[in-house]
């Protein structure tokens, strides 16, 4: 199925702002890539879907403990996150775009949700749709994993950054690539199951201070 990608900018939609982009003919990919406003954006082929990106340093993940009853379908399921996340959140929560993870179920249990500026979100889904190029999910960047511990260097245009998912990461954890920040590291039980994965452009430093050899992945593979 025809993919199209959009990473969504951390600024606000405005109609000189460029996109990156990839576009995928079997979801696994890139075919095509580039940054260009919206009206510049490829469209999907008949049948695929546009794709939106949520940036990981404009989204937070939050683990909770939902009521039994209140599940993803559930009328109250705006206010009851409300209420367990106003202690947890920077900003006032009506204000924030709020979403479940796939899991959630009416049973109850803990279940992590995302949040992240509802404006910001909003703006950026309409300059598409303007555009003629209709979002059909919105995904995050980065995301809670059950599986092995995962350590991701991306380049960052101020200070190369350091995501870490999978076990012991308690949800994504976003740290400066820097010695010192390396102490807050999660640490397995088997080093050899730990999975790293690099930018190109800080995978040497990623090796210099990780001691160990990286897997390359580009923004475009990740996405």
């Known amino acids: ?56 340093t404009l989204l937070s993940w939050h683990s909770v403990d939902l009521p039994k009853g209140i599940g993803a379908g559930s009328a109250r399921l705006r206010s009851v996150l409300e209420g367990l996340l106003e202690d947890r959140l920077l900003d ?8 479940l993870a796939p899991a959630a179920s009416a049973s109850g249990g803990p279940i992590w949700v995302a949040a992240c500026d509802k404006a910001w979100l909003r703006s950026h889904l309409l300059a598409l749709e303007a555009a003629g190029r209709r979002v059909a999910r919105v995904v995050p960047e980065f995301a809670p994993d059950i599986g092995p511990l995962r350590l991701h260097a991306i380049s960052d245009a101020n200070l190369p950054q350091l995501v870490v998912t999978g076990a012991g990461a308690e949800g994504v954890m976003r740290l400066p690539l820097t010695p010192a920040a390396l102490a807050l590291v999660p640490t397995a039980a088997d080093a050899e199951n730990i999975l790293i994965f690099a930018e190109p452009a800080v995978a040497e430093l990623a090796e210099q201070l990780l001691q160990r050899k990286v897997a390359l992945a580009t923004r475009l593979q990740r996405w």
């Open 1 to 56: 199925m025809n993919t199209l990608v959009v990473y969504l900018p951390p600024t606000e939609a405005e109609t000189t702002l460029a996109y990156d982009y990839a576009l995928s003919a079997d979801g696994r990919t890139a075919s095509d890539h580039a940054s260009v406003p919206p009206s510049l954006l490829p469209a999907a082929a008949r049948g695929g879907e546009v794709v939106a990106v949520v940036p990981v």
């Open 92 to 99: 006032d929560a009506a204000q924030m775009h709020l979403a």
